[in-house]
């Protein structure tokens, strides 16, 4: 029989796992001016809206705050009694669920959702003076996640970078440096006597030889679509010369806003049969047919008004989005009725009409088989 060996060390205290945190943009943002936590915050909620309100006031912000990853941190609930009791919540004034536009590189806009978390129960005037407030959207729009990512310490796993050794004292106890390995002589094909041997021609000193790919990297886009008309029309064909007279003309062009695919468009279209002086024919299309001054793409007009980006609240139900006016207690009109119970029975319809439905679409079924 094994002898059990007990310690009289102190095991080590169970670390609970973290709480799963939203990507950047997402998650849990709590609201300002709350009253100090207490024992007594959410006294006269039911027990089960208590016991996910206590949860939710604990978590940190930019907790993710979906129904499932709730619902896996609160093993005595499931998904559906989590979405009951955050629409509770939303009603009893603790919760909003906003989503706000965000312009990224160019003129791509994301939507950002947040959830809006208050321990103080506030009422629906509070909730539309502060989501219409400039501190809401500010406090909605994601932080950069290039800032975080450059703040952020290194991993413990990362080993410390390690100076570099000190350099070895120069005396008779350094140690010689290893010589080179002998390379074996190489080959050569035996030369005839009357083959004389052709000294090979090198560059001047402080000369690097010209390609053609560095020749047309230090030329201008517009010196190069000048010198690509003869490939295009052999009637336009220029010289070198040519090229750099007509540069500052197409130069212009380009920075207009044009394309040099638009400017080779330009000066190749509706050539007479035979050109007598390309230079003259293109200098005079380069100065008459210049195009207007185009805005620069991204720019708005200079008496164009700023975008101002509002924040729109989704149904804590079913996720509908509105301006936060539309839908008190953080529910849309349908949700509300049903949250109540005051379903309006006059526009509902009796149980007689709903059978006569389902009796014709069965009807319509039989006729839409095949014989």
């Known amino acids: 029989m094994a002898t059990q060996h007990l310690s009289s060390a102190r095991h080590a205290p169970a670390v609970s796992p973290a709480y799963p945190m939203a990507k950047p943009g997402y998650g849990k943002r709590s609201a300002p001016d709350q009253r100090p936590r207490t024992r007594d915050d959410f006294a006269l909620l039911p027990i089960r809206e208590r016991y996910v309100a206590g949860f939710v006031d604990h978590l940190p912000d930019g907790a993710a705050m979906s129904v499932k990853t709730l619902a896996k941190q609160l093993p005595l609930y499931g998904q559906q009694a989590i979405s009951t009791s955050l629409t509770a919540l939303s009603v009893a004034g603790h919760l909003r669920r906003v989503r706000c536009p965000v312009t990224g590189t160019g003129d791509e806009t994301r939507w950002v959702f947040r959830t809006f978390w208050s321990r103080t129960a506030r009422d629906n005037e509070w909730w539309n003076t502060y989501l219409a407030t400039e501190q809401a959207t500010v406090t909605a729009a994601p932080a950069p996640e290039a800032s975080a990512r450059d703040t952020a310490p290194p991993p413990p796993w990362v080993p410390a970078e390690e100076p570099p050794p000190p350099p070895a004292p120069e005396g008779h106890d350094a140690e010689p440096a290893p010589e080179p390995t002998a390379v074996p002589q190489q080959r050569t094909p035996a030369r005839t006597p009357d083959a004389a041997p052709t000294p090979p021609q090198l560059p001047a000193p402080g000369t690097v030889p010209a390609t ?41 062009w380009l920075a207009r806003g044009v394309s040099t695919d638009y400017l080779t468009s330009a000066l190749t279209a509706g050539l007479p049969a035979q050109v007598d002086s390309p230079l003259g024919l293109l200098r005079r299309r380069l100065t008459d047919k210049i195009p207007p001054r185009l805005p620069t793409a991204g720019s708005p007009p200079p008496d164009a008004p700023t975008p101002t980006h509002h924040l729109l609240v989704e149904c804590t139900d079913c996720g509908r989005p509105g301006p936060p006016q539309a839908l008190p207690d953080g529910l849309c009109r349908p949700c509300r009725e049903a949250h109540s119970g005051s ?20 009807n319509l079924r039989g006729l839409l088989k095949p014989v």
């Not at 886009?221 to 540069?247: K, N, V």
């Not at 029975?345 to 149980?351: A, F, I, K, L, Q």
């Open 212 to 252: 053609p790919h560095a020749v047309e990297a230090g030329r201008s886009p517009a010196y190069l679509a000048l010198a690509r008309l003869g490939r295009q029309d052999h009637r336009l064909t220029l010289s070198a010369d040519d090229c750099t007279t007509l540069e500052p003309l197409a130069a212009q």
């Open 343 to 362: 379903v309006d029975r006059e526009n509902s319809p009796h149980p007689t009409d709903i059978a006569d439905v389902k009796a014709h679409m069965n």
